[in-house]
T-cell receptor, first 115, second 115 residues
Framework: EPEVTQTPSHQVTQMGQEVILRCVPI?????FYWYRQILGQKVEFLVS????????KSEIFDDQFSVERPDGSNFTLKIRSTKLEDSAMYFC?????????????FGEGSRLTVL | GEDVEQSLFLSVREGDSSVINCTYT??????LYWYKQEPGAGLQLLTY?????DMKQDQRLTVLLNKKDKHLSLRIADTQTGDSAIYFC???????????????FGKGTKLSVKP
């Protein structure tokens, strides 16, 4: 069964360093998303991406965040200069049709720890 | 702003029914969802309900929606140990406003099933 894969599963980084989280969405999907979950908190929407551009983003997704689909298969989230509060589980998701039936397929997540 | 609330823990005995409750604030939500997260895995869509429905049944799962009280519940009949997971309630506000995936999640209810 097709699935969304994310790498790395866990990354530890120093504050101020750049981090790139990678995702391979399901191959025939057109809509891509990043969500995050700080420990003990809710799963929060960061950004959605369609037709090679950001279609929607939340207040969390400020200038230190960027997304890219560099080669037609990978979908990356870059955090330019990490802060302690960026420590969270980051989930990538993809969808064939967008939020028509809420059928977002999620990856297993990348845990980011900022020291 | 939009908010989704759910209790954090639920413990049941195998074979009993589980009822996980959720309240939401956005009356314009078109779809409401239940996602399941097993340990080490991503979020998996369990079921969803359209806002003009009161109930949806899918095998052991029954979703009840009280739109007046903005209350959503998920009932799992004959709960099994394999149902142990975290269950997330989510809403999709402003779908007809063009949202591309801005799901609002609750914190998740951890269901523990005792043999």
């Amino acid at each position: 069964e097709p699935e969304v894969t994310q790498t790395p599963s866990h990354q530890v980084t120093q504050m101020g360093q750049e981090v790139i989280l990678r995702c391979v969405p399901i191959s025939n999907h057109l809509y891509f998303y990043w969500y995050r979950q700080i420990l003990g908190q809710k799963v929060e929407f960061l950004v959605s991406f369609y037709n090679n551009e950001i279609s929607e983003k939340s207040e969390i997704f400020d200038d230190q965040f960027s997304v890219e689909r560099p080669d037609g298969s990978n979908f990356t989230l870059k955090i330019r200069s990490t802060k302690l509060e960026d420590s969270a589980m980051y989930f990538c998701a993809s969808s064939r049709t967008g939020v028509v039936t809420g059928e977002l397929f999620f990856g297993e997540g990348s845990r980011l720890t900022v020291l | 702003g939009e908010d989704v609330e759910q209790s954090l823990f639920l413990s049941v005995r195998e074979g009993d029914s589980s009822v996980i409750n959720c309240t939401y604030t956005d009356s314009s939500s078109t779809y409401l969802y239940w996602y399941k997260q097993e340990p080490g895995a991503g979020l998996q869509l369990l079921t969803y309900i359209f806002s003009n429905m009161d109930m949806k049944q899918d095998q052991r799962l029954t979703v009840l929606l009280n739109k007046k009280d903005k209350h959503l519940s998920l009932r799992i009949a004959d709960t099994q140990t394999g149902d142990s997971a975290i269950y997330f309630c989510a809403e999709s506000p402003n779908f007809y406003g063009g949202s591309q995936g801005n799901l609002i999640f609750g914190k998740g209810t951890k269901l523990s099933v005792k043999p």
